[in-house]
């Protein structure tokens, strides 16, 4: 008779986690700055139809990386939350922080009652009236939520591209500096790497905007913002 196989709760975590991570680490980059008029969302992805960038509700969006249809599950889910809770009770009910939570719960029940993690991080944001009241949270594949302020990366070789942020972010920095600083963030992983505006996917919560704060933008736009920072 065979002997039963016993791996202790600590190494069980322990491989999941591992592994969780070396799927994220295998993905694109994406990078979340704060600017002077609103929240920057910066993805190295050529695809114009799968999206890492999102609009969550009115004045919240969603940036992931790992398995898309990982986190593209997760996106639809937080588009439902966002509106029955917005119908339910009121449109200013739903918050960043909310969602960031319900994420979370979702995300840690994964990690440790099924045998497979979610391969996946996000980033939650609500941009407010001013840079002060703007709201940015880090979800990672165990359901470990961060408050995060000014800017943040996930996926890829992410230490290489935290480094380049912290050295590149400035507060109150205009649209076209902070793609840039995004951009040569995420260029800081590979030397002599260039990445043309084609390769990007950017979108902005602008909190000119009214209503409805999410906007992507377009290759020409990308290029024409780029050209001023340079």
């Known amino acids: 008779m065979s002997m039963p196989?016993?791996?202790?709760?600590?190494?069980?975590?322990?491989?999941k986690a591992d592994y969780a991570r070396k799927g994220i680490a295998r993905g694109r980059s994406v990078v979340v700055l704060q600017y002077d008029e609103g929240i920057l969302f910066v993805a190295d992805?050529?695809?114009?139809a799968l999206h890492k960038i999102s609009e969550i509700y009115d004045r919240i969006a969603y940036a992931a990386v790992g398995k898309y249809n990982e986190f593209e599950t997760l996106r639809l889910a937080g588009v439902r939350y966002a509106d029955i809770n917005g119908?339910?009770?009121d449109r200013q009910d739903v918050t960043a922080r909310g969602l960031a939570n319900a994420y979370a719960q979702t995300l840690g029940n994964i990690f440790t009652e099924t045998a497979k993690p979610y391969e996946v991080e996000l980033v939650v944001a609500e941009v407010g009236e001013d840079a002060e009241s703007d709201q940015i949270y880090r979800l990672t594949f165990d359901g470990s939520v961060r408050d995060e302020h000014g800017y943040v990366a996930m996926g890829g070789q992410v230490e290489a591209v935290e480094q380049a942020l912290k050295e590149r972010y400035q507060e109150g920095m205009s649209l076209s500096a902070a793609l840039h600083a995004g951009?040569?963030?995420l260029e800081a992983q590979e030397a002599d790497r260039h990445l043309e505006a084609k390769a990007l996917e950017v979108a902005v919560l602008d909190r000119r905007r009214e209503h409805r704060l999410f906007r992507r933008l377009s290759a020409a736009r990308i290029q024409?913002?780029?050209a001023d920072s340079s």
């Open 45 to 48: 992805n050529p695809s114009r």
């Open 87 to 89: 119908y339910q009770y």
């Open 224 to 226: 024409e913002l780029l």
């Open 183 to 185: 951009v040569q963030s």
């Open 5 to 15: 196989f016993y791996v202790s709760p600590e190494q069980a975590m322990k491989d």
